[in-house]
């Protein structure tokens, strides 16, 4: 029986699972967690320390003493506020692969367990549904097309004084999209009991609105 009061919000690259996170917790009153930064801080862990996946027993180590927090918005990687510097190109390059990895999975699989368990979360990333909270209340797959979801971060790109074309994002997400839904430990894909929402023409408002509705009437 799926009991766990806490929203799994599942879905591709670009599509704004974040910003649709963050505004469905202060909605409900609800802590949010983003672990795709999870990912991204334990990423630049190894890439500060000069470690890669092939480094056995030193990636272990590392993974074993790793500190990861989030406060707030926020993400902190022992200690220190890495919030801008997990967002960098290199990182978001290297962060696919790192995220294939077996053993990163599982050591942030017991993390966010331990964060999430007591409910009251509202969780974005691209298994929460499947594996991290199969027991969750609530599951929405949140798609949008890739044009969709390209021009908007193009635009919000642009905004950022970035010039990158519109084809280059594209390209950028399909790729993202095709990592993340062929590694083989816990691929990006629909929960069988998520409710699937195509964003494509809605709002960030409309998205926010439906989800909560949603919540609300299988709470
Ligand atoms: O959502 P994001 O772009 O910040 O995620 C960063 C990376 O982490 C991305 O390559 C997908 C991966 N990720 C994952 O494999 N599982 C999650 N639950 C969240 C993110």
């Known amino acids: 029986m799926n009991h766990l009061p806490l929203i799994a919000l599942d879905g591709p690259s670009g599509v704004g699972k974040s910003t649709t996170a963050k505004r469905v917790a202060l909605e409900l009153g609800w802590n949010y967690l ?60 290297m962060v696919s692969s790192v995220s294939a990895d077996a053993r990163v999975r599982q050591m942030l699989l017991e993390q966010q367990r331990a964060i999430g368990s007591r409910g009251s979360w509202v969780v974005d990333g691209r298994d929460i549904g499947t594996v991290v909270f199969p027991n969750a209340c609530c599951k929405i797959f949140l798609t949008a097309s890739v044009d969709a979801r390209a021009r908007r971060r193009f635009l919000e790109l642009r905004n950022k004084g970035n010039a990158t074309p519109l084809e280059e994002v594209a390209q950028d997400l399909e790729r993202r999209d095709h990592q993340d839904t062929t590694r083989a430990i816990a691929p990006l894909r629909k929960a069988p009991d998520a409710t699937e929402l195509d964003s494509s023409n809605m709002s960030l408002e409309e998205v926010v609105a439906w989800i909560v509705r949603n919540h609300r009437a299988h709470a």
């Open 34 to 93: 983003d672990t795709g930064a999870m990912f991204r801080a334990t990423a630049l862990a190894l890439h500060r320390a000069g470690i890669t996946l092939e480094d056995g027993s030193r990636l272990q180590l590392l993974l074993d003493g790793l500190r990861i927090e989030q406060r707030g918005t926020r993400e902190f990687l022992d200690g220190e506020d890495v919030s801008e510097a997990i967002r960098r190109p290199d990182i978001t390059r």
